[in-house]
């Protein structure tokens, strides 16, 4: 299985340095709170492209009073050398085997999946979070669909402009709806049979966790999934969307829908608790699928221990290590993660003046 | 900071919006000047100073030029009805570099993009148009990036001109590779495999 054998961390948030081997296993740190556990696994995050599991910016990341450009840098276990790495003012840049790379790049080297507590409210909160989640989920089956979702919103945004500005030039909207049109459809297709994969690997499964029943869905009509569907969407939607100033409908307003199979109970309507394990199956789920035919994706699971009590827990471990998967798993206590045994790397992070340490044992 | 007498700095601080360059190599390329003053500083001086007062836009297709027409437009024999659509005169450099196309070219100095406010006006669109009576075209080929920007701009040429046969250059380039950027051998490959838009 592909794994992070070194991980360099220089000048990011409260990393100053720190060079940390790994071994395959599951990783477990603790630490007190602000100890700079969540810093780290967000600095594996940007291993992918995007911006990382907490939605920085490279500015953010610049290790702070000094704000001098922060590098991220890790060894696979292939040998394989991965950067990324921003100079004060400069948006973040990607290495991969020494040379330079566009960050969409970096998707066709690691899979990686994460579940971060900001994702607690997602199937409560709006749209866009859940929507984020399913296109993360399709990027990682098919790394291109990064590519889909950049040049949609790329083209979008271009529409939108026009529709605010009230231009009224027939040939640039369809220039623009074509480009659209053509990525919108693939990202629909992608979004379908994620939801397939999905499905089809919890069912598959023996997991201690709920099932849940996805479908997309769509606030209006339903945009077809075609690319002449969508082009005939955005053509018809033209003066709607003028007089909004915005593009109304289309892919970019799809939205996930989560069922409890189980209990027929829709996802907004459980517990807490009970969401966090849809959570949790939805990540192992999509790990498996991907397990099912390449490596095991790396997990990243902020805090995730802390919501379970000591079966459940025992349960995800006992399922993680079964996936082959390197999961790095966050917690204040080092009695979190007990249940792991020899399964696990072990390492306790600390906090000296704004300064983040890791101890290993 | 201090970076010697004020003309320095001044010198510095317009080097240092050059592409490519910072504030950093800035101040080694000055100092570097400064110190060949003859071997470099006045011919380069000069050398600017000349290209400042002689060049400008061709008035037929926006190569650089230091008459009106520069020499392909000047040149009777480029006139094949073939012309070719490229963003910016670096690609109009690499295409005849190649020296794989024989007609004239179009520069549009830029792509369309209304978020950075550049339209068909903005490209001499219209202009482009034009030529096409006047110049008895037959083939217009798209050399665009394969970007949104030149995406959607290679759409609109050929909504503009149904008329006539458009095509763009084969799109087999890795991601993000502007013509400027390929190889000769690359552009005659992308050249013979055109296709219609
Ligand atoms: N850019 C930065 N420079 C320096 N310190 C930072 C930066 N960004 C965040 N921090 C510090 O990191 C700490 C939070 O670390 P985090 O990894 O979230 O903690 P936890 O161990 O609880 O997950 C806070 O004390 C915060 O001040
Ligand atoms: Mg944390
Ligand atoms: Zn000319």
Redesign the interface.
Known sequence: MPHLSTLTLSHFRSWRRAQLPFDGRIVAIHGANGAGKTNLIEAISLLSPGRGLRRGSAEEFARRPEALGWKIAAELDSGQELETSAEPGASRAVRIGGKAA?QVALASELRMLWLVPSMDRLFIEGAEGRRRFLDRAAMSFEPAHA?ATL?YD??M???N??LK?M?R?A??Y???E??MAAAGARIQAGRARTISALMAAQNAAETAFPAATLSLIHPEAGPQGSDEGLRRLFAEGRRRDMAAGRTLDGPHRADLAAIWAEKAMPAADCSTGEQKALLISLILANARALAADGPAPLLLLDEVAAHLDAARRAALYDEIHALGAQAFLTGTGPELFDELGERALRLQITEEEGESHAHRH | MADGPEEIGRLIGLMARLPGMGPRSARRAVLHLVKKRSQVLLPLAEAMKAVGESVRPCVACGNLATSDLCPICANPKRATGTLCVVADVADLWAMERSQAFQGRYHVLGGL????DAI??DELGIPKLVARVTEEELTEIILALPAT??G??????IA??LPELNVTSLAQGVP??GELDFLDDGTISAALRARARV
């Open positions: 566009p590519e040049a790329k083209a945004r271009e529409r402009r026009l500005d231009v030039d040939h640039w369809e220039a623009l074509g480009q | 369309l993009s209304a978020l339209g068909p949104i920007d995406q959607t701009t290679a759409h609109y909504d503009a991601i993000g």
